[in-house]
């Protein structure tokens, strides 16, 4: 395995991994977990002994242990998420960063989170596009996330129960402890999905497999996301030399992170349950594209695409047909168009904040100014060009952040929306309230 450290640098990075491990978590793992440590531990030994006696060169070091870095911070992701497993990610996010020493942004601190918690969801809750996601553990959430799968009734989706379930606690278990893009973010985005599909046309738009296909998506589109950006692995890429695409690096890392979870454990693998290959590579289609479309720089384009689309299918429902506005109108009859929907509709619900109520959008908007400043200090530490407009100033700052990102990227976005399915218009009437209460506030 290729490796951008320098053989001293890559024992270090595995000494460091292994002391926090052994600092942080050591007395929450069970008994299994601790037997692990012990072997990592004893690997690591060996390996820093065999090199610094010069029993193993560099070249032997990373043929022979390449992986091992990856494999102990694969384990630390799980461990992680299983000592937090019934913890808020709101609360496991509190923790390590009380044990890791992170400083809080000021706003951090203003999290409303007085919601009462419902011991049984039912589908009125999943169906509320203003739901309250922090107040619930992870194991909540999954279970949440596999009764969506219950209330769309897919009778022609064969993936049993059980099959599905283990999938999505897998899924789980492959995000990280970070403030903003850890599961509790993914569920969201799926939720959401699933409430504009029950409550709009675009349940008659799409068939059954393409919208679980969507929502499958979205709960593993920022799979082992590690709270810093597409910018930040361009920028230390060229710092150290890895010759790498700058073309969606995380979509891609999510999207593979997700195929491995299949192909490393068979009952994972949904594919076997489904009828035919045709079957099988449209799911794979529009999941691995629902999850690239999730990638802010193909923002623009996409917007300028849906907003010319929909201005056709308008002018065709009007009664004004040629053959230029038939073959750019929407059609379910096309299967390009139903994944270019649904691939829409992901990338829109991923960025869907500003449509909740203001506290609730409020919430998740200090959460992802936390992890943006924390990406800062990083930048800094690894000694890149810091990403100045990430960083926390102030209050009137902030906001006007807000109303920039809200008005010039969300809201263009879910008005087109609106006008393709008129009973989620009220997701951009909310919008432009929370641009009213943004103004307001930058106004004190």
Same mark, same amino acid.
């Given at each position: 395995m290729q490796n951008n450290k320098s053989a001293t640098e890559y024992l270090d990075s595995i000494g460091q991994q292994l002391d926090f491990i052994d600092q942080y978590y050591i007395q929450q793992a069970d008994q299994n977990d601790a037997q692990v440590i012990q072997k990592f531990k004893k690997v690591y030994k060996y390996i820093d002994e065999?090199?610094?006696?010069?029993?193993?060169?560099?070249?032997?070091?990373?043929?022979?242990?390449?992986?091992?870095l990856q494999t102990v911070k694969k384990f630390k992701r799980k461990l992680e998420n299983r000592i937090y497993y019934d913890k808020t990610d709101y609360e496991a996010t509190l923790e390590k960063f009380e044990r890791t020493q992170t400083k809080l942004v000021p706003v951090y601190k203003d999290l409303i989170l007085e919601a009462q918690k419902q011991e049984r969801i039912d589908l009125e809750t999943l169906l509320d596009s203003n739901m309250i996601h922090h107040i619930y553990t992870k194991k909540e959430l999954g279970q949440f996330a596999l009764q969506l799968f219950d209330f769309l009734n897919l009778d022609q989706i064969k993936v049993p129960k059980e099959i599905l379930g283990d999938l999505i606690n897998e899924i789980v278990m492959?995000?990280?402890?970070?403030?903003y893009h850890n599961f509790t973010h993914a569920f969201q985005l799926s939720q959401l999905l699933f409430s504009c599909y029950m409550k709009s046309d675009l349940k008659k738009f799409c068939n059954q497999l393409e919208i679980f296909s969507a929502i499958l998506a979205g709960l593993g589109h920022d799979l082992n996301h590690k709270g810093v950006n597409n910018m930040y692995k361009i920028?230390?890429?060229?710092?150290?030399?890895?010759?790498?695409?700058?073309?969606?690096?995380?979509?891609?890392?999510?999207?593979a992170t997700f195929f491995n979870i299949i192909q490393l454990n068979r009952k994972h693998d949904f594919f076997q349950?489904? &009828? !035919?290959?045709?079957?099988?590579?449209?799911?794979?289609?529009?999941?691995?594209?629902s999850i690239l479309a999730t990638d802010m720089s193909k923002h623009a384009k996409l917007l300028a695409k849906l907003q010319k689309r929909v201005e056709c299918t308008k002018q065709f429902d009007q009664g004004q047909k040629n053959d230029l506005i038939d073959m750019q109108r929407f059609s379910n009859d096309r299967l390009e168009d139903r994944i270019f929907i649904l691939n829409i509709m992901v990338?829109?619900?991923?960025? &869907? !904040?500003?449509?909740m109520k203001f506290n609730n959008y409020m919430n998740w908007s200090y959460l992802l100014t936390q992890e943006f400043n924390d990406q800062t200090i990083k930048e800094a530490k690894i000694g890149v060009d810091v990403t100045g407009f990430l960083i926390y100033k102030d209050k009137p700052t902030y906001y006007g952040g807000q109303m920039f990102f809200s008005k010039s990227l969300v809201l263009p976005l879910w008005v087109q929306i609106g006008?393709?399915?008129p009973e989620l218009k009220y997701l951009s009437e909310e919008i432009n309230k929370n641009l009213e209460i943004l103004?307001?506030?930058?106004?004190?």
């Open positions: 065999a090199y610094k006696s010069n029993f193993i060169n560099d070249d032997g070091l990373f043929s022979v242990y390449g992986f091992f492959n995000y990280n402890v970070v403030p920028k230390k890429s060229k710092k150290f030399n890895i010759l790498t695409s700058e073309i969606a690096v995380l979509e891609n890392m999510h999207c349950y489904m &009828s !035919n290959d045709e079957e099988k590579n449209l799911a794979k289609r529009l999941i691995i594209t990338h829109a619900c991923d960025i &869907s !904040n500003p449509t006008e393709l399915y103004q307001q506030k930058l106004k004190q």
